[in-house]
């Protein structure tokens, strides 16, 4: 698949459905490959609803859609911090489309509008298993922080950071 016919665009409040569609879907195999369900992990993107993407959008978040040939299939979040810092969080991919560069453009478009925030730090935290996932953000230009269990988490956590 080309990324040239792909367009990155903010996501407004009335896309909240689609963005909780889009995130559910895009973590579903990795809620299963590592054992998470809503019992053992609630606030798992897996589990994502509607209310919490319009939570986060009242909480400054501002949500991008990924679409290849008019239709959607990837998105993330970026939530700044401070003048310094924000989050990249749910970055996703439906699963068939993988593999065809729709990360990198997301993170790419992440980079610059980070930029245009004025921060000068992304952060980010994965599970610490998802060994692959390490290296493709390591392969992204992100460093490891540290890494964290978290007695509410079935899993340890590791913190990422990328420097603008």
């Not at 501002?62 to 924000?86: D, I, M, Q, T, W």
Request: with cysteine; proline share 6%; net charge positive.
């Amino acid at each position: 698949m080309s990324t040239r016919r792909i367009h990155i665009k903010k996501a407004r409040q009335d896309d909240a459905p689609l963005l909780s569609d889009l995130i559910r879907e895009s973590f579903r195999d990795v809620a299963q490959r590592f054992e998470l369900t809503p019992e053992n992990c609630p606030k798992h993107p897996s589990n994502c609803t509607t209310e919490w993407i319009e939570r986060s959008l009242i909480r400054g978040a501002a949500y991008y859609l990924l679409e290849h040939g008019g239709r959607p299939v990837g998105c993330f979040s970026l939530k700044p911090v401070n003048p310094e810092l924000c989050y990249l969080e749910r970055l996703a991919v439906l699963p068939r489309y993988r593999r065809n560069g729709f990360g990198k453009a997301m993170m790419d478009h992440a980079f610059s509008e980070a930029r245009q925030f004025g921060t000068t730090q992304i952060r980010i935290g994965i599970i610490s298993d998802d060994v692959e996932l390490k290296k493709w953000y390591q392969k992204m230009g992100f460093c490891i922080n540290e890494t964290k269990a978290f007695s509410f988490l079935p899993f340890t956590v590791t913190f990422m950071f990328y420097p603008l």
